[in-house]
């Protein structure tokens, strides 16, 4: 089985509609098609075909990443949170579909990587920032924008190091939206941390260390998958493999810390 993380030749993510997923992709999809189809032939005459497949394959691919439950979501934070005490595997579940394998969505597959996550732990970490702005007297529209548009800058960032990464580890062919659902998971430690120096302004310094080990050793993890799907890239550099794991580990904590430190 390939542990890749990013999608092997002839293994493609399934679809499998949501409860919510039909009536976004119906609706949604339906009235970008009916848009394409009044005005791209028009101005592009036939390439418009080709862009309203395009539109709704990403529409599609974006259904996969949101199919999650609450099961899902309190097993996942325990592995982000807790990863020395996953005792299963950290190798995504394939299954045979139309002749070919699949990668399984979130809600079959703890090891899958979600948006619903991520972007619910970006939101608290905002929120509890301002909070937190408050708490010191320094809230202000401006400083909850600026502390907003710190945490994606930083998102970008830790996006941008982890694809370079993983170039550098020969495996840069990982889809854009694994990458960002990996890096994105940060959040969720970012706002236990915060939220705990909101009640303990020293409890910060003591459980941030704590959470940048937890999510060295998570993405660590995770990315050896990488490695173990090119055999002979991983045998032929097993040295700098390390090292540049050892490297992605360790760049967490400035970043954390760079994040942590609510309105400075």
Known sequence: MNDNIGNPAGIQRPHPPGPFGNAFYGTGSGIIRGGLGAYGERFLGSSSEFMQSNISQHLSDSQYYFQVNGQYVRNKLKVILLPFLHRGHWTRITEPVGGRLSYKPPVHDINAPDLYIPFMAFGTYVVLAGFMLGVLGRFTPEALSLQFTKG???????????????YSLGSGEAPLLDVVAYTGYAFTGMSVAVFARIFWNYSYYFLLPWICVCMGIFLVKTMKRVLLGGTRSYEKHTNRHHYLLLFMAAAQFPWFFWLGNVGA
């Open 152 to 166: 994606l800058a930083g998102w970008f960032f830790q996006i941008l190091l982890l694809k370079g990464l993983l």
